[in-house]
């Protein structure tokens, strides 16, 4: 177990700290935080309300500086160890302890006391000696004892200068407490009576004792479904974090050891046993087994592998024994990197939640103002005491902007936790905002459409031989080739005719093809060019074959032996199975598409055309990427680019929305806003989905916010809501605002069946 003594010591490289912070109710506790720690002496801070930690820079070490900061601000803090959110979620569990005996012990007694109080108020002739002193003894442990969270917050406010939502809770209670006391004493009318013997006038508003007891109950049975709803938002949010392994079992000279995950070096051999999870980056060195990675990329199907098969860290070994040869390990698997990825998203505080911010810093003594201004009116307009006081403490409560702090954070904090269970990485709030205006979908062609490996598509034997025989003579000549053409057409060959044998005198041509001789015939593979200089004739039949694999954009390999041409094959990128259905279904959702390819055009043609995507730009180099989304944007268009490569980086960033796939370069993955860990291109339509649909449920809880703050005033002001309604309503607004957040667990990604290439 982590105590807090350990927490504090611990270092870390970059002079960025991370502070898990326990107490705070609302964005205007995160407000005062932030501002303790930024005061600090060179040092920046800002505080997330809905994940309850600190990122601090400039504390050169130490830490403690950082704690001890929180703490005179009023809360508790610890360093925050990557992994490892225990003492986080023992603090939680224990608030959430808390919270359930205050809500508990609160209604239990809320409910006859405010049956008690409206019917005695009501029926006059019902009420008994020392019925006032009755309900003034049930409604103490709630105003005390129960509400002590909020007094506490509201004192611990008060010495640092600053108002929380808690003060308006805690100031709401005591006034109507206060009140209640005075009317039954007596009230001003009969300054001298004591309790038990004072005239209380009737009526069902005459006594605040119910309204006190009921908002306290309301105030404290929101936080606590607030709180338990943000503990499971938490750990949607933890998921891709969870798949680490904590321990690995080491393969070593003296036998098979179980170590911590921390001892495991690049090179060492670990053992991955049935049903446990793949402690590293690596590549299988002995057994056969198929992998489970749908909690890390969302994918069903299983993954096989076998000895030389890379394997992932986070995956789950489905059923052989297994031993990987780890080449990445600790934080620089790319779980580790993939989750500290999720992670920053939710540092980084978008521009609505930093305006939230601001508005809630002025909004509370502002809400305080008006409800003293409101109550000043009311009396001066010959309202009674009791009435005018009911008013004010109405405005304070109705006012609390609790879900105005919550629309943004805890939106991301669940969409982001989603995205990372469907290998969908959405970095901040910045992609968000541009998933919601991007038009047209620019998908790199190379390694991004295509797998990046070059399959054989077209043989055309000549007149009087054979396929076979053809596929036979440069399959041995392409035997034992490290080039891209020369592996595909060997891989071919041998699957169609068997076993090859080897060529003699074997030499390669650059940019030209190879020569050598197979069964004492003298073979050539290659381009036109290089049967031209051999001066070797290519019948026109033959030609006209060639001619149509050229128009098809694949890359063109003619065949001779013995001087005359025997035959023509084609090859062309293998497109990946998922490209058609990601592309239908991006333009199902309205979005242009477009290829950007540095192939020719009639290439780069042909797979757009087959794929149904709606306009080429062929033949870009890698370093003419980025201009051609900087064109595209000049048009007009608001774009979003997918790209794997280390030559699309800048490409990525130029672009209003950049989607880098988790196959290619960590440079790429760096440069993009949304990372796709599935390998499978129908998490491209559905990163965009999930991010407007996070974007609109953002969206959606500001309006409510706003919308229920800025109509609910007024109400209360005009006298048209009763404070214990309010109270109840502005617990409400924040579970509602929650729940909705909620919702986007239920998020699916697209489940059609991938089209054949």
């Not at 610890?78 to 302890?97: F, L, Q, S």
């Not at 008690?116 to 019925?131: C, D, E, Q, Y």
Request: proline share 4%; glycine share 10%; charged share 20%.
């Amino acid at each position: 177990m982590t105590t807090l003594t350990q927490r504090t010591e611990v270092e870390t490289a970059d002079d960025v700290v991370e502070l898990d912070v326990v107490g705070m109710t609302c964005s205007a506790c995160a407000n005062a935080v932030e501002r303790k720690l930024n005061r600090l002496p060179g040092v920046a801070a800002t505080v997330n309300f809905a994940t309850e930690r600190a990122t601090v820079t400039g504390l050169a070490g130490d830490t403690a500086l950082g704690i001890q900061a929180v703490e005179r601000a009023g809360y508790r803090a610890a360093v925050h160890v990557p992994g490892d959110d225990e003492w986080t979620r023992r603090a939680t569990g224990d608030r959430i302890d808390s919270l359930r005996r205050r809500l508990t012990v609160s209604a239990l007694l809320a409910v006859p006391l405010c049956d008690l109080t409206i019917l005695l108020a009501l029926v006059p002739s019902w009420r008994f000696p020392g019925w006032q002193l009755l309900c003034v003894l049930l409604a103490v442990p709630i105003v005390t004892w129960a509400a002590w969270p909020f007094h506490r917050a509201t004192l611990r406010n008060l010495r640092t200068g600053s108002l929380s939502m808690d003060t308006l809770v805690s100031l709401g209670a005591v006034v109507s407490f206060a009140w209640a006391v005075v009317v039954l004493v007596g009230g001003p009318s009969a300054a001298g009576y004591w309790i038990g013997f004072g005239p209380t006038p009737p009526g069902a508003d005459a006594i605040y004792l119910d309204v006190a007891a009921g908002m306290v109950t309301f105030q404290l049975g929101g936080r606590y479904f607030e709180t338990r709803s943000r503990r499971r938002a938490g750990d949607v949010l933890q998921a891709i974090s969870g798949l680490a392994s904590r321990t690995v079992v080491l393969r070593t000279p003296d036998g098979d050891v179980e170590v911590p995950s921390g001892r495991v070096r690049r090179g060492d051999v670990v053992v991955v046993r049935p049903g446990a999870r793949v402690p590293v980056d690596g590549t299988v060195a002995t057994g056969r087994s198929s992998l489970d990675t749908s909690a890390m990329t969302g994918e069903a199907a299983p993954v096989e592998v076998e000895p030389g098969s890379a394997v992932a860290a986070g995956t789950v070994n489905a059923s052989g024994l297994l031993t990987v040869v780890a080449e990445q390990v600790g934080a620089h698997t790319r779980l580790a990197q993939l989750a500290a990825i999720a992670e920053e998203a939710q540092r980084r505080k978008a521009r609505v939640t930093r305006l939230v911010d601001r508005v809630t810093r002025v909004f509370i003594p502002a809400v305080i103002a008006v409800a003293v201004l409101v109550t000043a009116g009311w009396l001066l307009a010959g309202a009674p005491v009791g009435a005018a006081i009911g008013v004010g403490i109405a405005v304070l409560i109705i006012a609390c902007p609790c879900a105005l702090g919550l629309a943004t954070p805890t939106a991301l904090m669940v969409g982001i936790g989603r995205g990372g269970q469907l290998g969908i990485l959405v970095k901040g709030q910045d992609a968000l905002e541009a998933s919601g205006r991007i038009d047209t979908v620019v998908l790199d062609k190379t390694g991004t459409l295509t797998t990046g490996r070059k399959v054989v598509t077209d043989v055309e034997p000549a007149d009087g031989v054979t396929r076979e025989a053809t596929l036979r003579l440069v399959g041995a000549l392409a035997a034992g080739s490290e080039h891209a053409v020369g592996r595909a057409l060997a891989d071919a060959a041998e699957r169609e005719v068997g076993p090859l044998a080897g060529a003699d005198d074997l030499q390669a041509l650059p940019g030209l093809g190879a020569e050598g001789t197979v069964d004492g015939r003298a073979l050539l593979a290659g381009t036109r060019r290089l049967l031209a200089e051999r001066g070797v004739a290519v019948p026109s039949g033959l030609a006209a074959r060639a001619d149509r694999v050229e128009e098809a954009g694949r890359t063109l390999v003619l065949v001779a032996a013995d001087g005359v041409a025997i035959g023509v094959l084609g090859l062309g990128d293998e497109v990946r199975p998922s490209a058609s259905a990601a592309v239908a279904r991006l333009r199902e959702m309205g979005l242009t598409t477009v290829l950007l390819s540095g192939d020719t055009e009639r290439a780069a043609a042909a797979v757009a055309s087959g794929l149904g995507i709606d306009r080429v730009l062929a033949g870009v180099l890698p370093a003419d990427k980025a201009a051609a989304i900087a064109a595209l944007r000049r048009d007009g268009r608001r774009v979003a680019m997918v790209g794997d490569g280390i030559n699309d980086a800048a490409a990525l960033a130029e672009a209003d929305l950049g989607m880098a796939i988790v196959t290619g370069t960590d440079i790429a993955m760096k440069s993009a806003d949304v990372i796709l860990v599935r390998d499978d291109l129908r998490a491209i339509p559905d990163a965009v989905a999930l991010s407007r649909r996070m974007l609109g449920t953002i969206r959606g809880n500001l309006v409510w916010a706003f919308g229920y703050n800025v109509a609910a005033i007024p109400l209360a002001a005009s006298g048209l809501l009763n404070p214990l309604i309010a109270a109840a309503a502005m617990a409400l607004s924040s579970v509602l605002v929650v729940s909705n957040s909620l919702r986007l667990r239920s998020f699916a990604p697209s489940q059609e069946e991938p089209a054949e290439p």
